[in-house]
Nanobody
Framework: VQLVESGGGLVQAGGSLRLSCAAS????????MGWFRQTPGKEREFVAG????????TYTDSVKGRFTISRDNAKNTVYLQMNSLKPEDTAVYYC?????????????????????WGQGTQVTVSS
């Protein structure tokens, strides 16, 4: 599975960005997708996840009501719409595919359960 993110950039606080993650390869075997983010010196943290089938979603508390994850199955693409951005949202954002070993109906938030990762895209929110 190859994942390619795009859509990052510099935006002022309160602004919006939409990230895209195009997946290719054995995407049919992936249960779902997730977005993570990481800042220097910190652990990569879960942001949002979505199932390919049914489209159920989950979010970390700090982005609920501001970020929306969606998918286009026909294009094998996952999106992260980010509104009301804050300086603390500044990070490198990564998309990842859920491991085929994941067996629960919920979406995992731990990065250990994600097998494939994109190269990341920088999001910078200025105050």
């Amino acid at each position: 599975v190859q994942l390619v993110e795009s859509g990052g950039g510099l935006v002022q606080a309160g602004g919006s960005l939409r990230l895209s993650c195009a997946a290719s390869g054995r995407t049919f075997s992936s249960y779902g997708m997730g977005w993570f983010r990481q800042t220097p010196g910190k652990e990569r943290e879960f942001v949002a996840g979505i199932r390919w089938t049914g489209g159920s979603t989950t979010y970390t508390d700090s982005v609920k009501g501001r970020f929306t994850i969606s998918r286009d199955n026909a294009k094998n693409t996952v999106y992260l719409q980010m509104n009301s951005l804050k300086p603390e949202d500044t990070a490198v954002y990564y998309c990842a595919a859920v491991s085929s070993d994941w067996a629960l109906p919920s979406l995992p938030s731990q990065k250990v359960w994600y097998d494939y990762w994109g190269q990341g895209t920088q999001v910078t929110v200025s105050s």
